[in-house]
């Protein structure tokens, strides 16, 4: 190894990771992920008791927070909010929902709501949120976080793809995608018939080939994906992989799996902060 010339103080570059993501828990029977800034951190759904929350928090080897700036929730299905009212009083947070969500849900007195609407964005802390409404059974919607650079795309439980859906992807970095179920599993599996006709039908969930099939279309900038809301009956973590494995084929993207019981933090990049050089500042 050659020596390096050591960069003066005032030049030295600055890095930190512009955003985390952590998947505290990913399926039907729970879904929490956890964003953070420098200065924001929400938790998107609150599918899992508080107990389970901080069995997860645990086993991260952090301690569960005191206060949440925001429990933002995606649809109104038990797996998603079963618990947003308990984590609103505990943590003393906000929940943000859009107008569909709120009519099918009630919270406890004293729970601070903000409703948006299901195509605008809004900021929340230093996070730029962008929704997207997705066919469910159930009012969803897809959600893209921006901050300093960086996009993450957070989109589960959906039956098809809107053809609008890739182009509201195109600037993540990192994009959290549902890959639900394999189509053979599923129509050969134990679950009765007409539960088989919801999740296959176009306001269900995303099988791996449609899950791919995204996959396939998006932008260049996705350098990490995360495969979630695995059915744990009708798929395996495996066979999801590999279909994922098969579009992403030639590309630079770092493959990730969520599981339902095991948090996974996703190992994004820190980012280099721009922040003007002591010569520049001499020339002005
Ligand atoms: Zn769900
Ligand atoms: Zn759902």
């Given at each position: 190894?050659?020596s390096v010339e050591p960069l003066a103080r005032a030049d030295k570059p600055r890095?930190?990771?512009?955003?985390?993501?952590?998947?505290?828990?990913?399926?039907?029977?729970?879904?929490?992920?956890?964003?953070?800034?420098?200065?924001?951190?929400?938790?998107?759904?609150?599918?899992?008791?508080?107990?389970?929350?901080?069995?997860?928090?645990?086993?991260?080897?952090?301690?569960?927070?005191?206060?949440?700036?925001?429990?933002?929730?995606?649809?109104?299905?038990?797996?998603?909010?079963?618990?947003?009212?308990?984590?609103?009083?505990?943590?003393?947070?906000?929940?943000?929902?859009?107008?569909?969500?709120?009519?099918?849900?009630?919270?406890?007195?004293?729970?601070?709501?903000?409703?948006?609407?299901?195509?605008?964005?809004?900021?929340?802390?230093?996070?730029?949120?962008?929704?997207?409404?997705?066919?469910?059974?159930?009012?969803?919607?897809?959600?893209?976080?921006?901050?300093?650079?960086?996009?993450?795309?957070?989109?589960?439980?959906?039956?098809?793809?809107?053809?609008?859906?890739?182009?509201?992807?195109?600037?993540?970095?990192?994009?959290?995608?549902?890959?639900?179920?394999?189509?053979?599993?599923?129509?050969?599996?134990?679950?009765?018939?007409?539960?088989?006709?919801?999740?296959?039908?176009?306001?269900?969930?995303?099988?791996?080939?449609?899950?791919?099939?995204?996959?396939?279309?998006?932008?260049?900038?996705?350098?990490?994906?995360?495969?979630?809301?695995?059915?744990?009956?009708?798929?395996?973590?495996?066979?999801?992989?590999?279909?994922?494995?098969?579009?992403?084929?030639?590309?630079?993207?770092?493959?990730?799996?969520?599981?339902?019981?095991?948090?996974?933090?996703?190992?994004?990049?820190?980012?280099l902060?721009a922040r003007p050089a002591a010569s520049q500042l001499r020339l002005?």
């Amino acid at each position: 190894m050659g020596s390096v010339e050591p960069l003066a103080r005032a030049d030295k570059p600055r890095y930190r990771r512009a955003v985390r993501i952590t998947v505290l828990a990913s399926g039907s029977g729970g879904n929490v992920t956890l964003i953070e800034t420098e200065t924001t951190r929400i938790l998107v759904d609150a599918g899992l008791t508080q107990r389970a929350l901080a069995g997860r928090f645990a086993s991260l080897g952090r301690e569960l927070p005191e206060k949440f700036d925001a429990i933002v929730l995606t649809h109104a299905h038990g797996d998603h909010i079963g618990h947003a009212g308990a984590y609103a009083q505990r943590f003393d947070a906000p929940v943000f929902l859009t107008e569909a969500t709120a009519r099918a849900l009630r919270m406890p007195s004293g729970v601070r709501t903000r409703v948006f609407g299901s195509k605008t964005a809004f900021d929340l802390g230093d996070l730029e949120i962008r929704p997207l409404p997705v066919p469910h059974d159930a009012p969803q919607i897809a959600l893209v976080f921006g901050h300093a650079g960086q996009s993450v795309g957070l989109v589960t439980d959906l039956g098809a793809v809107p053809d609008s859906l890739p182009d509201h992807l195109r600037e993540c970095t990192t994009l959290l995608l549902e890959s639900n179920h394999d189509r053979e599993q599923l129509a050969r599996g134990p679950y009765p018939e007409f539960l088989k006709k919801r999740i296959a039908s176009g306001v269900g969930h995303l099988e791996n080939a449609q899950c791919a099939e995204l996959l396939r279309a998006l932008s260049p900038a996705t350098r990490h994906v995360v495969l979630m809301h695995l059915s744990q009956t009708n798929n395996s973590p495996s066979l999801a992989r590999i279909v994922a494995e098969d579009a992403l084929r030639g590309r630079e993207v770092e493959l990730h799996v969520a599981r339902q019981d095991t948090p996974l933090s996703v190992p994004i990049e820190p980012v280099l902060v721009a922040r003007p050089a002591a010569s520049q500042l001499r020339l002005f």
